[in-house]
């Protein structure tokens, strides 16, 4: 099974930015909806950000403005661009990929493939 490992996470204060990255080669050269999650302790899972893939994308309508999500082709990357971050945004990000998706998802079932996770720490 290919291997989506995240990295970029950290902590910062309230109004900061990061910059996740997920290496996904094998998931974007085989055009799969990919998206981002985020768990804190005793919360399900949520869904941050997505692409399907024709390249639409997908926001939670708490990050809408603030985040973004993109794919770097060249380096089979695929990023979530934090900015203004606030505490609330703390949790562990996880990279998912799943089938050829047609239509935006943030729901973790129709995701079948996960990274290990990075911790987000916001702090105010």
């Known amino acids: 099974q290919a291997q989506l490992v995240e990295s970029g996470g950290g902590s910062v204060q309230a109004g900061g930015s990061l910059r996740l990255s997920c290496a996904a080669s094998q998931y974007i050269r085989n055009r799969s909806g990919m998206g981002w999650f985020r768990q804190t302790p005793g919360k399900e899972r949520e869904g941050v950000a997505s692409m399907d893939t024709p390249g639409s994308k997908g926001y939670a309508d708490s990050v809408k403005g603030r985040f973004t999500i993109s794919k770097d082709n060249a380096a089979n990357t695929l990023i979530l661009q934090m900015n203004n971050l606030k505490p609330e945004d703390t949790g562990t990000y996880y990279c998912?990929?799943?089938?050829?998706?047609?239509?935006?998802?943030?729901?973790?079932?129709?995701?079948?493939?996960w990274g290990q996770g990075t911790q987000v720490t916001v702090s105010s």
């Open positions: 998912a990929a799943g089938q050829i998706m047609y239509g935006v998802s943030l729901s973790p079932g129709d995701f079948g493939y």
